[in-house]
């Protein structure tokens, strides 16, 4: 009925916009309220503070806060005031303000659409450094999307349940960011900029998401007025594009990636890989691939990997493609450092161009960034990757790294969005064997890569984080997604039995698997005790890759869908059951396309509720149905269950459950 109203709503809307704007005539400078209406919403725009309210059938769905407009200019906050006039040309509606600066005025121009409306607003008399504005959390119910939280220890959903605060929110991010956020209303904000932003969502708690937006260019942004979430989401991707394709092919969805990072960390070298892959392999721990978490241009590469060729053999004779770390990142101690500055193929200084752009990188190393936007740079490092393939045995590479700095200055002529096009363009020569790659801001979705989540503890906390983590991502524009190493990492103390276990349950319902932390042992890179895990560890690690490899045949059917139409795989239970409130803050629950609910136990203990959506499901652990809307409470969840639920009505219900029953303590 949604998808009806919807349609009649626009019909609606675009007879009604035909003509010029439906509501009240502009108010008196400085009093009451310009009403502007289409079929499916009104847009009130107050006029003694200049404020911006959204209504659909009678209830505010978007508000901004009181205050809501300010400006920066010269480390000064300045804030706008009162509306001094206003005209209406068409759908268009422009607006000039008053502020606290004298001689300073704001214009701002407003134009509707059946579904949406655009924000453009700059100043007249001055220029400003920065332009932020300010909403009302409360206005709109619980907010989602932003993508990765900086800390990357705690991803609050939604996220008004929480705090971020992300002051370099940016093109250039290493984190998976991109600036649309939506809401439990169904409304929606896209940010149209392609410059540094400074975002916070209830930072101190004060109700307020404030989007700051630098540089000189006017703050332009839309809001979506729909009826669902998950619309919201498909007008985001209608204009920032879906993936044309899968760069992953079906046989990496199907079985774990293996990393060597949080399993070895700074003990990276042949011996040691060839003996965690073997005894991956004698546990019967399937994977496609071993990725090898070190860059040969370390500067004692050669000494720790002396025969690449061999690895790669050895490898394959175990059933694992080789596969290489790789990044733009050059520290100072690298091989080939003093060769790139002398050729010029780093990024350079903003205060000095002759020099080239250093900055702490997270090991505490002084390294630059290999500058894309080069043509030579460029050339220079693919070729050394593709050497790397033809002479070293190396199938695939973990792309880890941002492609441009907002620290450094840019190539001439090049913008940020011009390194993530180059970056893109060089990954998807070579396969990144579902690694993925780490980038957003609108900018890769139509290469189709998998995208994996940034770095977590190796605790229960750590997991929590990494699920929200893959929602906010996944319903951000990025639906090929995984979790950090299933485990955690962040150099934190080896995982406990639960948290490895119940980290690769979870993930088995997920699109993807990446793997690290091997269940049959593993040394502390704190104090350098080897941690061993007993038979039941590897019995149930082996139960989860083995439920994610029945359930791929599921999971491809998903990809091509999301190929067709841009949907996520992983979301929230709210994008296909908006009409249960509960579903708008479960944040341990999951939609596997639209017929697997995922429950999985996500901390200590042997029980959980689950709550599950309108509809009729089936349990899968107990071949039970259960009608919902219900919470189960007290579910039995010991470490050998991970609790899942068919749809019985949704499409593929018949392939998953097939895939997922089964009894006993391997369920």
Same mark, same amino acid.
């Given at each position: ?20 704007? !439906?509501? *009240? ?67 268009? !509606? ?22 949406? &409306? ?18 009302? $959390? ?50 929606? $904000? ?72 949080? =399993? ?45 060729? *061999? ?10 493609? $080789? ?13 080939? +450092? ?20 250093? +900055? ?8 630059? !960034? ?17 050497? =790397? ?14 492609? +441009? ?16 096009? &180059? ?6 020569? +070579? ?29 229960? #906390? ?15 524009? &990025? ?143 107990? #071949? ?7 919470? $189960? ?24 459950? =097939? ?9």
């Amino acid at each position: 009925m949604a998808g009806v109203r919807r349609t009649l709503r626009r019909c609606s809307a675009a007879l009604a916009l035909a003509a010029p704007l !439906l509501g *009240a005539a502009p108010a008196a400078a400085g009093t009451g309220t310009i009403t502007l209406a289409t079929p499916g919403y009104e847009l009130r725009v107050a006029t003694d503070r200049l404020t911006l309210t959204t209504v659909r059938a009678g209830r505010t769905v978007l508000a901004t806060a009181a205050g809501a407009f300010r400006f920066r200019i010269g480390g000064a906050w300045y804030l706008v005031r009162e509306v001094t006039g206003s005209a209406r040309d068409g759908d268009t !509606l422009r607006v000039t303000a008053a502020t606290d600066l004298p001689g300073v005025t704001v214009d701002l121009r407003i134009t509707l659409r059946s579904d949406r &409306y655009d924000v453009k607003w700059s100043l007249s008399g001055a220029t400003a450094d920065a332009l932020s504005t300010a909403y009302d $959390l409360n206005s709109a119910g619980h907010w989602y999307g932003h993508g990765e939280n900086g800390d990357q220890t705690v991803q609050p959903w939604p996220l008004d349940s929480g705090q971020l605060v992300d002051t370099r929110f940016s093109p250039a991010s290493y984190q998976v960011v991109t600036p649309f956020w939506y809401t439990a209303s169904a409304t929606g $904000l896209r940010v149209d900029t392609g410059e540094p932003m400074d975002v916070r969502i209830n930072s101190g708690g004060n109700g307020l998401g404030e989007f700051t937006v630098t540089g000189e260019r006017p703050a332009a942004s839309t809001v979506f007025v729909e009826d669902t979430p998950a619309e919201v989401y498909r007008d985001h991707i209608g204009l920032v594009g879906k993936p044309e394709r899968s760069d992953t092919p079906y046989e990496q969805y199907a079985t774990p990636l293996w990393n060597s990072w949080a =399993q070895l960390y700074t003990e990276q070298n042949q011996d040691n890989v060839i003996d965690w892959a073997r005894s991956l392999a004698e546990a019967g721990l399937d994977g496609h691939a071993v990725q090898v978490e070190e860059s040969v241009i370390a500067a004692d590469f050669g000494e720790r990997f002396p025969d690449l060729p *061999a690895l790669s053999k050895e490898l394959g004779r175990l059933g694992f493609d $080789l596969g290489m770390w790789t990044g733009l990142y050059m520290p100072e101690t690298a091989a080939d +450092f003093a060769y790139a500055v002398d050729h010029g193929y780093l990024l350079k200084d903003r205060s000095n161009s002759s020099q080239p752009c250093l +900055f702490t990188w997270w090991n505490g190393r002084r390294t630059g !960034l290999i500058d894309l936007a080069n043509p030579a740079a460029r050339q220079w490092y693919t070729e050394d990757l593709k050497t =790397q393939t033809r002479e070293s045995g190396v199938a695939g590479f973990k792309f880890d790294t941002a492609f +441009f700095d907002d620290r450094c200055a840019p190539y001439p002529g090049a913008t940020r969005a011009d390194y993530v096009t &180059y970056g893109t363009e060089l990954a998807d020569e +070579f396969d990144q064997q579902g690694a993925g790659l780490r980038v957003a801001w609108n900018a890769a979705q139509a290469k189709g890569f998998a995208t994996r989540t940034a770095d977590k503890p190796a605790t229960f #906390g750590g997991l929590r984080a990494s699920v929200s983590a893959n929602l906010a991502v996944s319903t951000v524009g &990025y639906p090929f997604v995984e979790t950090d190493m299933i485990g955690g990492s962040l150099l934190y103390p080896p995982p406990t039995k639960a948290v490895l276990v119940r980290w690769a349950q979870a993930a088995s319902l997920m699109p993807l698997m990446y793997a690290s932390t091997s269940p049959t042992g593993v040394r502390d890179a704190t104090t350098g005790e080897w941690v061993g895990y007993d038979r039941e560890t590897v019995r149930l690690y082996r139960a989860a890759i083995a439920t994610h490899e029945r359930l791929a045949p599921y999971i491809w059917d998903q990809v091509r869908n999301t190929v067709k139409t841009g949907d996520p795989i992983m979301r929230p239970l709210f994008f296909d059951f908006p009409q249960d409130e509960r579903s708008y803050t479960v944040s341990d629950e999951w939609m596997l396309g639209p017929a697997v609910l995922a429950a999985p136990k996500l901390d200590e203990g042997a029980t959980r509720d689950i709550f599950l959506p309108s509809g009729v499901w089936r349990d899968v652990g107990r #071949g039970t149905v259960v009608h919902g809307p219900v919470t $189960l409470k007290d579910y039995a969840a010991p470490l050998g269950i991970t609790p899942a639920f068919v749809n019985l009505k949704a499409k593929g219900a018949a392939k998953a459950y =097939q895939a997922l029953a089964r009894t006993g303590a391997e369920r």
